[in-house]
């Protein structure tokens, strides 16, 4: 069943701006002219409700009812939506629905649930297990066992304090001696390590900070969304992003109450797909927030057999260091199963003890008598092979663990009779044994478990030990086999038009670990893999100074791929891979001497005398990273689905993971057309900043003036170069009024001698150049011709 389509206000494309105390309403008010003189049609926010005192991303939500403080109060945010009216722009909101921050003296209602315990009127607000833990909940907050930190708890009248930290006590308890006093509250201080087995509430992956909210209730979800809702309703809001519905206990349940609460408005989820898997066709939203367009853009302009001989060559270098000699597949399964015990140890035995209880009560004889380790080592087993981020019942059920990976799982029982915990366990998962509560909670327990493993093991483990292509390591891609051909692409783009033509689109947004720019030039890396080596093994000949030869490729590829660059950034950068990696060092167990040594690393080589020499290679590369960036950002501005353009992309942008890309911006005060906006997004030496903002003021400012030709009537259509360099040129038409048209690995094709009499086969019409005004094509344009100035063309047919 096709949804229904949000219909009012559905964006043409939408300009991200990231809010923090440094960056409040104020600021975003002011950037208004300029960003509306780009063309897009609506600005789009970061969180905006209240959170932790100065968040500097506002995903750690306190309370819902109140916009942001900080940032100027409900009345800044009414104000920055009157500036963007008057400009033409309306507002679109990030939303997260999944969690709160687990701050108690900030977080006013789990204040409340801490000190009345089950009877509050908020404890069903919490995603709280009451009957673990002895009926308290663990707050994993001490810097070391309680009989070590004893002395750095006191009380202060009707709180507890711990440095910075502050508890409400149960009433009647306050003079208590301390032992007695702990026992006696609704919540127990421990120290931070339990957290991993012990937990008893849900929290966003594996982050303790910030607990589970189930919003699945009636009741929470009108309490956490009223304000949001009036805002949409008043008429300050227009859209909303939804952040992480994968984590929610029934995300289809809540997207039709939310579809229905707002009325139909254009919302988007950030939602995950991997590669195949298709948007359950049932949810009422627009789309995704655009990373699987960003997975294909990236592939079109990756060499396929580069890439091979890139890996042959990685493989070689990182040796031993890399993962199962640099297998992608096995290194995410070996990171999923480091992650299901440690990080997520806990979720692993809530599940199990579910699936006990299950087995114990069933009056089905193929779920009796089940050990519960074999049911634990079964839930492990079809966990790390599950290769979606969720599984989803509207999709394929039957599909979410294949009969092969569960074979698979089955060899891991060394007894045999043991095997069968595996098929106990998939049809449970597969509904097959009842839909009582306990049922549900199982499957539901399953899919908010392997969500969060997806992200721990693939975002936040295997893309920082698998490594041979750093500009692949991005969101919802394919490390293993990150090319697409032009035939896969433009498959992707017509099926996006026919069901999902107002979906988002994104290139660079505040979670890409490397901004679309930095990808582009890595992108060049696979098109000469062999200068790669000779450069590699002349910067690394004397092996000096190398804490380990994986994170020296990752280190040189973030240099070349950035460019001259602060040390500072770099260093921060490099610190984060091998935490998240956690292959010598980590955020929990901390190695300095290695620490020290990745630091020394990064002052004396990729930031040192030899990054010249890597320095060098970009820079005579200049004219392919060029290509690979103005084609991705005019390919994303012009395939179907609503562009999103993060804060200072019009420009050339390189940017590194977060924090480095959530670096405030600073716009000009008007709407120029020769000025880049500072930080972050300065324009980089010798770059193609003008250009790019050329490209993108040009293709906003059609989609603005032709919505009809990109909108949800639209059509795409793939436009086939006719000669010996065919490959080299992709390009599209849409709804017959506008084609698109980008060269594809440049550097390939100048080796190959250039377009050598390729032609372009034009729809019948006039066209005109909207890049190059003056120039007007008809019948076949020379691929010479068309891209003699610049790497990518943008045409309009001239009406008759």
């Not at 039957?398 to 045999?416: D, K, N, Q, S, Y």
Request: net charge negative; hydrophobic share 40%; proline share 8%.
């Amino acid at each position: 069943m096709t949804p229904e389509r949000p219909d009012p206000a559905v964006p043409t494309a939408t300009y991200r701006l990231q809010l923090q105390p440094g960056f409040p309403f104020r600021a975003a008010a002011d950037a208004v002219p300029y960003v509306a003189s780009l063309g897009v049609s609506h600005l789009h926010l970061s969180p905006v409700l209240e959170a932790v005192p100065g968040s500097m991303h506002g995903y750690d939500v306190v309370d819902h009812s109140r916009v942001r403080e900080e940032l100027g109060g409900e009345e800044g945010l009414r104000e920055l939506a009157r500036t963007a009216r008057r400009h033409g722009l309306g507002l679109v909101v990030d939303i997260v629905p999944n969690h709160m921050a687990m701050s108690p003296r900030h977080n006013r209602a789990l204040w409340e649930v801490l000190r009345d315990g089950p009877s509050s009127r908020y404890a069903r607000w919490f995603d709280i297990d009451w009957e673990a833990q002895g009926g308290q909940v663990l707050l994993p907050v001490l810097g070391g066992p309680l009989g070590t930190q004893t002395g750095l708890l006191k009380t202060d009248g009707d709180v507890l304090r711990y440095y910075d930290h502050a508890f409400p006590l149960r009433e009647g308890t306050a003079g208590l001696p301390l032992p007695q006093l702990l026992d006696a509250q609704w919540y127990r201080p421990v120290w931070w390590r339990l957290a991993r087995t012990e937990l008893n509430y849900r929290r966003f992956f594996s982050i303790s900070e910030l607990i589970g909210v189930r919003v699945e209730d009636p009741e929470v979800f009108e309490a956490t969304h009223a304000t949001i809702l009036r805002l949409l309703h008043e008429g300050v809001v227009d859209g909303l992003r939804v952040d992480h519905p994968d984590g929610l206990a029934d995300p289809d349940g809540y997207l039709r109450r939310l579809h229905e609460a707002t009325g139909g408005r254009w919302t988007v989820v950030e939602k995950i797909l991997s590669d195949g898997e298709p948007l359950p066709a049932s949810w009422p939203v627009a789309g995704t927030t655009g990373y699987d367009a960003l997975r294909h853009v990236d592939g079109l302009f990756t060499d396929p057999a580069g890439f091979g001989e890139l890996l042959g060559q990685y493989r070689r270098f990182a040796a031993p260091q890399t993962d199962r000699g640099g297998d992608w597949d096995a290194t995410v399964r070996r990171a999923a199963y480091k992650v299901l015990t440690h990080e997520l140890a806990t979720e692993v035995d809530r599940l199990t003890r579910v699936a006990d209880r299950l087995c114990a009560a069933s009056p089905e004889p193929a779920l009796r008598d089940r050990a519960p380790w074999a049911l634990r080592t079964a839930l492990q087993e079809l966990l790390v092979r599950l290769e979606v981020y969720r599984p989803y019942a509207s999709v394929d059920a039957a599909g979410v663990v294949t009969e092969e990976a569960a074979a698979e799982a089955r060899l891991a029982f060394a007894v045999p009779e043991e095997a069968g915990a595996v098929d106990v366990v998939r049809d449970l998962v597969l509904g097959r044994y009842g839909d009582g509560p306990e049922h549900v909670e199982f499957r539901t327990r399953f899919a908010q478990t392997a969500s969060a493993l997806r992200a721990k093991s693939v975002e936040d483990t295997a893309y920082y030990r698998y490594v041979p292509l750093l500009s692949a390591n991005e969101v919802g891609g394919d490390p293993g086999s990150p090319a697409v051909s032009p035939e896969r692409f433009h498959a992707y783009c017509a099926r996006v038009q026919r069901d999902w033509p107002a979906t988002g689109t994104v290139v660079s947004t505040h979670d890409t670990k490397r901004s679309a720019d930095v990808r582009a030039a890595l992108h060049v890396l696979t098109e000469c893999p062999e200068r790669w080596a000779d450069v590699l093994a002349e910067v690394t000949r004397t092996g000096e100074g190398v804490p380990d030869a994986q994170v020296a490729w990752a280190a040189w590829q973030t240099v070349f791929g950035l460019g001259p660059a602060e040390e500072e950034r770099v260093r921060g950068a490099l610190l984060k891979h091998v935490r998240e990696a956690g292959l010598y060092t980590s955020w929990t167990e901390q190695e300095p001497p290695y620490e020290e040594a990745v630091a020394r690393f990064v002052a004396a080589g990729p930031c040192g005398a030899p990054g010249e020499r890597v320095a060098a290679l970009r820079a005579s590369l200049e004219p392919h990273i060029r290509a690979n960036v103005l084609g991705t950002a005019l390919v994303q501005l012009t395939m179907p689905g609503v562009p999103d353009v993060y804060q200072g992309t019009e420009h050339e942008y390189r940017a590194l993971v977060d924090p480095d890309n959530r670096r405030p911006v600073t716009f000009p005060p008007g709407p120029p057309t020769d000025a880049a906006p500072g930080g972050a997004s300065e324009a980089a030496p010798g770059g193609a900043s003008g250009v790019k903002e050329t490209v993108t003021r040009a293709a906003l400012g059609l989609r603005a003036r032709r919505p009809e030709v990109f909108g949800d009537r639209a059509s795409y259509a793939p436009l086939a170069a006719e000669g010996p360099a065919a490959a080299h040129c992709t390009a599209f038409v849409r709804s017959g009024e506008v084609l698109t048209a980008v060269t594809r690995l440049s550097l390939r094709l100048a080796r190959a001698g250039g377009w050598r009499g390729t032609r372009l086969p034009l729809p019948p019409g006039r066209w005109t150049d909207v890049l190059e005004p003056g120039r007007e094509f008809t019948g076949h344009a020379d691929a010479a011709d068309l891209f003699a100035r610049l790497p990518v063309a943008l045409l309009e047919r001239v009406p008759d």
